[in-house]
């Protein structure tokens, strides 16, 4: 099996053994979180396609399973899956276990770091391509969605969700492995790195998982009401 499927399938691993802790309970979930996460999915993996075609990034097949969908890879594609369960579990056990988390005179602050920083990575690297797309999207959505019921609990699943963040992300990116996975375009990033990780997967992991959020409160709301 490839390294980056390995990445994959250990990053999913314990998230789904525990989704079956009687207090979260999280198995009763699967149909919302499959169903948000392949509504997200569709435009990312289509933004992905595109950047790929660019030479914005692209994928190591020394560290692939050598199985294509377009210019993605399969692990590529599951990761747009996986990620999101990841993340939900995440923000379900936050629910489950801190039932009484208060967080809203911080999460207005968060959302405006996002807008605020967004907006200064546009006006200083706008012709940047991932700089500029993950920025906007994040100031964008941040926008549309910060005064939604759910993005207190959001915020803390983002912040913790960190973690698993800098330790996948950085095996993707050369952190471990003598050359990336997955490799960056140095003409369409600012150039930081955490690590080996761009600064700009801050904002693009925000921007996915904030849609997905709303899209799984979405489809559980429409289901209970």
């Known amino acids: ?35 948000a996460a392949l509504a997200v999915a569709v435009p990312f993996l ?18 692939l399973l050598k199985i294509y969908l377009g210019h993605l890879p399969l692990e590529e594609v599951l990761f747009f899956i996986v990620i999101p369960y990841n993340f939900i579990f995440i923000l379900k ?15 207005p ?4 770091i996002f807008i605020a920083t967004s907006a200064l990575w546009i006006l200083l690297y706008g012709t940047n391509y991932y700089t500029f797309l993950a920025t906007f999207l994040s100031a964008a959505l941040t926008i549309l969605l910060r005064n939604k019921s759910w993005y207190q609990d959001f915020m803390w699943a983002y912040l913790l969700c960190l973690v698993p963040f800098f330790i996948v992300n950085g095996i993707l990116t050369g952190a471990v492995t003598e050359a990336p996975i997955v490799w960056y ?16 997967d801050l904002y693009y992991n925000y921007s996915l998982l ?16």
């Open 109 to 112: 602050f968060f959302a405006f």
């Open 1 to 35: 099996m490839s390294l980056y499927a390995w990445v994959i399938l250990l990053s999913f691993s314990g998230p789904f053994a525990l989704s079956f802790d009687k207090k979260v309970a999280f198995f009763k979930e699967w149909r919302f979180v499959f169903l």
């Open 185 to 200: 375009s140095g003409q369409h990033i600012i150039g930081w790195r955490m690590v080996s990780i761009p600064f700009e």
């Open 46 to 63: 289509i933004w992905d396609e595109l950047f790929t075609q660019w030479g914005v990034w692209g994928f190591n097949p020394n560290y």
């Open 93 to 107: 056990v936050i629910q489950a276990y801190f039932p009484n988390r208060n967080q809203k005179r911080i999460a």
């Open 210 to 225: 904030l849609p997905l959020t709303w899209m799984y409160f979405s489809l559980k709301n429409r289901k209970e009401n």
